[in-house]
C-alpha cells in the first residue's frame, strides 16, 4: 500500500487520444475525498457481500460445495471493489486499496478462509493494479474493467488457490477452475463494476471523480 | 495550548458554480467578518448557506468540482496562522473513531500534537461542551445530541480561530438541540473566535448573535446588519423566501383537495384502522467488533397505539425512546419482536391481519409511508417515475391517477423538478417528494416519520395540507415528529417515555475468567501467527503431516487461550470449505485416491481452522494504529481506512432500510431468483450511492480536522493511542512458529 511514494508524472496526457478522463493534479496525489470515498465503498461492499453471504449465497454455495469449480464462477462478486475503486478513482493504488479495505470488512465479520483473505484480497487488488497500470491509468472504459477483473483472477487463482484450495486437483480440472474464475472476473467484476460506475455517475455521488465528470461532458456534447 | 485569538474573514466575488448546474450557487459574494463576531447566516433553502461555510474552511473542492472565482481571505490578529473549524448537520458523518477520546483527538493527531498532551486537552474540551460521559465512551451508544457534542469537542479541541456551525441542531430533537446550544455558548460563544452559524430556525439564536447576513435565493447577498433590526427591515422579502422569522404566526396550511389524498378503501369513521398493542422490538446489531458477545438492543418497548380512520396521531417523546420504530412496526415493515400490530377487518389480506407479515404489494396498497431519511426511498430515475411507481405497480392502466400524481407534485411545489434525478433534490424536497410517493397511490392508513423537518414556510404549509387533506378524507395518519406546529394539528398525541436504544444498551460485562496469553496479543502478533500457519500448511502433503499439525496446534492453544474463547458458530463456515475442499479434491484429483481428499482437507484445516479463531480475537480499532506505528504503512490511507470501518453498522441498518422501503412501495414481491437477483443489483446500487454521499460529507468533516493538511506539512502525523508489542506477542509468534515446523520437519 505505498501509495504516497507511487509519483506519476501527469505531463504525459495528451490531447487528442485520451480516451478516459484521468484523475486531477498528479496521479500519485491522493486527495482525501479519493481516501475516504475508496475506503467507505469498501466497507460498503462489506455490507453487501454480508448481505450476500446471508441470503444469496448459502443457496449458491450449496450446490457448488461438492464441486468447487462451477462455484469459482462466483469469484467476480468479490472482486469488484478493486475494478470500482481504480475506475472510479482512478490513481495508482486504488484497486489494491478498497479491495484490501474490503477483505479487512470481512475477515471482522468472519468468514471461511480466515485470514488468509487478506491475501486474496492483495493478489486480487494487485492483478487489477497491474492492467490499469499497463494501460497508464489512461483508459477505464468496459474493456479495461473486463480486462482488468479476468487478470484479478488469474493472480488469485494462480498465484494462491491453485497451490492451497485446489492443489490436489489434476490438471486439467485445474484448468477448468481457472477458465470459470477468469470468466466470472470478466463478467461479473469487469462488465457488471463497469455497469454500476456508469449508472452510479449518472447521480450527482461522483462529481469529484473522474467519471462524474466524463458523465457531464457527455452531456454537455449531447445538448450542443 | 494557545488561546483562542479571533479571525477575520474578507470575502471578496466569491462565486462558486458546482459542475452540473447551469446557475451558480454563490454568486459575486463581497462582505467582511470582524475579529470575534457571531454572524447567523440566513436563507431560503437553495441559497447556498452550506456551500459559503464550506468555502470559508477551505473544503468545497474537497467533495465536489467546479468552477471558482474571487478570493476568501482569512487572517488572524496573532502572527499565529488562522484555524477554521467546521460542524455539521450529521454528527455521523464526523465520527471517525470508536471511543469518545479517540474521536475527539483527531484534529490533535493531524497536527501531530505529542500524545501525552492530548488526553489533557480533550479531557478539558469535553468538560467545556458538557459532554455527560468520560473519554472511554463508545461513540456508537450516544444519543444524537451527546454525539453532535463530541464532534464539537473534536472540532474545538484544534482551537480553531473561525468556528463554522452547519446546521448544528437540526438533526436533533428539542432537548439534544438546547443542550448543544449550551455547550456552545459556553464553549465557543464565550471566548474571542469569530462565529458563522447557518440554521433554519431563527430564534433560539438570536441572542447568541451579533449580526445576521441573507442569503437570496439565486446565492446573491440580501441584506447585512445588526440582527434584530436587519430581520425586522427584510421581514417580509425574507417571508417570501419561506424563511421562519421569530414573532410571525404559523403559516395556515394550505387547502388541499381531499380527491388527491383519498384512500382507495374507505374506512368506516371511527373505526380502529390499526392498532398496535405492547409491541416491542429487540435487534442484536451487526457490528465489525469482535470483543464480546454480539449487542442486542431494545428499540422500543410495550409501545400501543390505536390509529382510527379520519384521525391524525401524532406520536412524541426524545430521541431514543423509540419513535420511529413503533411507527416502522405499525407500517409493516418489520416484525415486532413481542406484542401484535393488526389491522380493521376490511384491511386484512386473505384473513392475515399483521402487515409485517403481508407481501410486497399487499402492503403497499393499504399502508403509505416516509422515512426520517428520505432519500433511502429514491428508487425512480426522475422524480415524476418515483411518485408513479407504486401506482404504476398497482394499477395496470395509469388512466387518471396520473393526474392525481401531477396535481400531488404541484401542490408540494415539486411541479417544476418533474423531471430532474431524485437524488439533487434539497433534503426538504426529498421529503415532500417522498410524501407524495406515499399519498399517491391511496393508501387507507399513512405512516410519516418527521414529515415537516427541513421545509420552509410555504412548504409546510403545504406538506400540512396534503396530511389535513388525508385525514378529511378518512385515512387513518401515524406521525412522529418534534415540531410543536404540527403537534397541535394533532386529534391526539402519545407521549414515548425515555426507555430508548442508547440508554439500554448492555453494558459489556468484563468476563469473568482469569486472563490468558491471547487475551492481550496485539493484532499483528495474531495476524502474523495465521499467516505462518497459512505459509506453513504449504509444506503438508499427507494426512499424517496435517493431523500432526493440527495437534500441535492444539497443544499450544490450549497453553495460551481458555477453549470457552471458542465461538463455534464462526468456524462453521471454515468446516464446510475444509470439507468441500476434501471432498472435491478426492472427485477431480487423478485417480480419485480418498487419501489425496483427505491430505487437502487437512491442509486447508492447519490454517483456516485456527485462523478463524484468531481472526477473531482482534479488536479492529487497533489494526490502524499497528500498521502505521510498527508496520509504517503510510498513514493517510490507514486513517480513512479506520473511519470507513466505524461506518460498517451505519451503511448495513441503511441497507436494511433500503429492502423496506422497496417492500412498503411494493417491489420485492416475486421469489423468483431473477427477481432476487434484481432486486440485489437494485439494493448495492442505491447502497453504493449512500455511501459516496456519505464519503463526499465524511471528507469534508475529516479534512476541515486537518486530514489532509497533514500531508503538507513535514511533521509526521502523532497517534493518541500507542501500538506496543508485549512479551504475549512473542510468545504468541514463536508458538505458532514452532507448530508450522512440525508438518514441515515431518515431511523432510
Not at chain 1, 480440472?173 to 481457472?178: A, E, G, S, T
Not at chain 2, 415493515?333 to 380493521?344: A, H, N
Request: hydrophobic letters at 50%.
Amino acid at each position: 500500500m505505498s501509495i504516497d511514494k507511487r509519483v506519476q508524472s501527469g505531463s504525459r496526457r495528451r490531447s487528442g487520444n485520451a480516451p478516459s478522463i484521468r484523475a486531477s493534479g498528479r496521479l500519485g496525489a491522493w486527495r482525501g475525498v479519493d481516501l475516504v470515498t475508496a475506503a467507505v465503498l469498501a466497507v460498503a461492499f462489506g455490507v453487501v457481500f454480508w448481505a450476500f453471504d446471508t441470503f444469496v449465497y448459502p443457496a449458491i454455495s450449496l450446490l457448488t460445495a461438492g464441486f468447487p469449480p462451477v462455484g469459482e464462477l462466483a469469484l467476480g462478486v468479490w472482486l469488484v471493489p478493486a475494478v470500482l475503486g481504480a475506475m472510479v478513482i482512478r490513481r495508482p493504488g486504488a484497486a489494491l486499496f478498497t479491495e484490501m479495505v474490503a477483505a479487512n470488512v470481512e475477515l471482522f465479520l468472519g468468514n471461511q478462509w480466515g485470514p488468509a483473505v487478506l491475501l486474496s484480497g492483495f493478489l486480487q487488488g494487485v492483478g487489477v493494479e497491474i492492467v490499469f497500470a499497463i494501460f497508464l491509468w489512461r483508459r477505464f472504459g468496459m474493456p479495461a474493467a473486463m480486462l482488468g477483473g479476468a487478470f484479478s483472477a488469474v493472480l488469485e487463482i494462480v498465484g494462491y488457490e491453485w497451490w492451497s484450495y485446489v492443489a490436489g486437483y489434476s490438471w486439467a480440472w485445474k484448468f477448468i477452475y481457472l477458465a470459470s474464475g477468469v470468466v466470472s472476473g470478466a463478467l461479473i467484476a469487469g462488465l457488471l463494476g463497469w455497469l454500476i460506475v456508469r449508472s452510479l455517475s449518472r447521480t450527482r455521488a461522483l462529481n469529484a471523480f473522474p467519471p462524474g465528470r466524463e458523465f457531464h461532458e457527455r452531456l454537455l456534447r449531447q445538448s450542443e | 495550548m494557545t488561546p483562542t485569538t479571533g479571525v477575520r474573514v474578507d470575502v471578496d466575488h466569491l462565486t462558486w458554480r458546482p459542475m452540473g448546474r447551469a446557475t451558480p450557487i454563490l454568486s459575486d459574494l463581497t462582505f467582511t467578518i470582524e475579529p470575534g463576531e457571531h454572524v447567523l447566516l440566513v436563507g431560503g433553502s437553495g441559497s447556498g448557506k452550506s456551500t459559503l461555510l464550506r468555502a470559508l474552511a477551505g473544503v468545497l473542492t474537497a467533495s465536489e468540482s467546479g468552477d471558482l472565482g474571487g478570493t476568501v481571505t482569512l487572517t488572524a490578529a496573532t502572527a499565529a496562522h488562522p484555524s477554521v473549524g467546521l460542524l455539521l448537520q450529521d454528527p455521523a458523518d464526523a465520527v471517525v473513531a470508536g471511543t469518545a477520546y479517540r474521536d475527539a483527538a483527531f484534529g490533535l493527531e493531524n497536527e501531530a500534537v505529542p500524545r501525552d498532551e492530548m488526553a489533557d486537552a480533550v479531557r478539558e474540551i469535553l468538560m467545556a461542551v458538557t459532554f455527560p460521559y468520560g473519554l472511554d465512551r463508545q461513540v456508537a451508544e450516544l444519543s444524537g445530541g451527546e454525539a453532535q457534542r463530541l464532534a464539537l469537542a473534536g472540532v474545538l479541541v484544534m482551537r480553531p480561530g473561525l468556528v463554522l456551525l452547519d446546521e448544528p441542531t437540526s438533526m436533533l430533537d428539542p432537548v439534544g438541540a438546547c443542550a448543544v446550544r449550551t455547550s456552545l455558548r459556553r464553549a465557543v460563544m464565550a471566548t474571542s473566535a469569530t462565529v458563522i452559524v447557518v440554521e433554519h430556525r431563527l430564534e433560539p439564536w438570536i441572542p447568541l448573535v451579533d449580526r445576521v447576513i441573507v442569503l437570496a435565493r439565486d446565492g446573491t447577498l440580501r441584506a447585512d446588519g445588526p440582527a434584530r433590526s436587519t430581520l425586522e427591515q427584510n421581514a417580509d422579502r425574507l417571508k417570501n423566501d419561506g424563511i421562519w422569522i421569530p414573532g410571525l404566526p404559523a403559516p395556515a396550511p394550505l387547502g388541499v383537495p381531499r380527491e388527491l389524498c383519498a384512500p382507495n378503501r374507505v374506512l368506516s369513521a371511527g373505526d380502529d384502522a390499526v392498532t398496535a398493542r405492547r409491541v416491542g422490538l429487540t435487534r442484536t446489531s451487526v457490528g465489525l467488533r469482535n470483543t464480546g458477545r454480539p449487542a442486542t438492543a431494545d428499540l422500543v418497548r410495550d409501545a400501543s397505539v390505536i390509529v382510527r380512520g379520519g384521525e391524525i396521531v401524532a406520536v412524541v417523546g426524545p430521541s431514543g425512546s423509540g419513535k420511529s420504530t413503533l411507527a416502522s412496526l405499525v407500517a409493516g415493515l418489520e416484525k415486532p419482536t413481542s406484542g401484535d400490530v393488526t389491522v380493521t377487518a376490511a384491511l386484512e389480506v386473505n384473513g392475515e391481519g399483521r402487515p409485517g407479515w403481508w407481501q410486497a404489494l399487499a402492503l403497499a396498497s393499504r399502508i403509505g409511508w416516509v422515512p426520517q431519511n428520505a432519500e433511502l426511498t429514491i428508487i425512480g430515475r426522475t422524480v415524476r417515475d418515483d411518485a408513479q411507481l407504486t401506482t404504476r405497480l398497482l394499477h395496470a392502466s395509469t388512466v387518471g391517477t396520473a393526474t392525481r400524481v401531477e396535481e400531488l407534485l404541484g401542490v408540494l411545489r415539486l411541479a417544476p423538478l418533474s423531471d430532474s434525478d431524485p437524488h439533487l433534490l434539497s433534503g426538504g424536497e426529498m421529503r415532500r417528494l417522498a410524501l407524495a410517493t406515499a399519498v399517491a397511490h391511496g393508501p387507507s392508513i399513512l405512516v410519516l416519520d418527521e414529515p415537516t423537518v427541513g421545509q420552509d414556510r410555504e412548504s409546510w404549509a403545504a406538506v400540512v395540507g396534503v396530511i389535513l387533506a388525508a385525514r378529511d378524507a378518512g385515512t387513518a395518519v401515524l406521525l412522529t415528529t418534534h415540531d410543536p406546529l404540527l403537534i397541535d394539528l394533532a386529534d391526539r398525541i402519545i407521549t414515548l417515555p425515555q426507555s430508548g436504544a442508547a440508554a439500554s444498551l448492555p453494558r459489556e460485562t468484563p468476563s469473568p475468567t482469569r486472563q490468558r496469553i491471547i487475551d492481550s496479543c496485539g493484532p499483528l502478533s495474531l495476524l502474523g501467527a495465521s499467516f505462518a500457519l497459512l505459509f506453513g500448511s504449504f509444506a503438508i502433503t499427507s494426512v499424517l503431516h496435517g493431523v500432526a499439525g493440527l495437534a500441535g496446534w492444539i497443544v499450544f492453544f490450549l497453553l495460551i487461550a481458555s477453549p470457552k474463547s471458542v465461538r463455534w458458530r464462526r468456524l462453521v463456515p471454515g468446516l464446510l470449505a475444509v470439507l468441500s475442499v476434501g471432498f472435491s479434491t478426492w472427485l477431480l484429483s487423478r485417480g480419485q485416491d480418498p487419501l489425496t481428499g483427505a491430505a487437502a482437507a487437512a491442509r486447508v484445516a492447519f490454517f483456516v481452522i485456527p485462523g478463524i479463531y484468531l481472526a477473531g480475537a482482534i479488536d479492529p480499532s487497533t489494526l490502524g494504529d499497528h500498521l502505521v506505528q510498527r508496520l509504517r504503512l503510510p498513514s493517510r490511507p490507514v486513517v480513512a481506512a479506520t473511519a470507513a470501518l466505524q461506518q460498517f453498522e451505519n451503511l448495513a441498518n441503511q441497507w436494511r432500510q433500503l429492502q423496506q422501503s422497496r417492500r412498503i412501495r411494493g417491489l420485492d414481491g416475486t421469489r423468483s431468483p431473477r427477481a432476487r437477483a434484481r432486486e440485489f443489483t437494485a439494493l448495492t446500487a442505491a447502497l453504493l450511492v449512500h455511501a459516496l454521499y456519505k464519503a463526499g460529507r465524511m471528507s469534508v468533516a475529516m479534512d476541515a480536522r486537518g486530514f489532509s493538511a497533514a500531508r503538507a506539512g513535514n511533521v509526521p502525523r502523532t497517534w493518541a493511542e500507542p501500538a506496543p508489542w508485549r512479551w504475549n506477542d512473542s510468545v504468541l509468534i514463536g508458538g505458532a512458529l514452532v507448530v508450522v515446523a512440525i508438518p514441515t520437519i515431518l515431511r523432510f
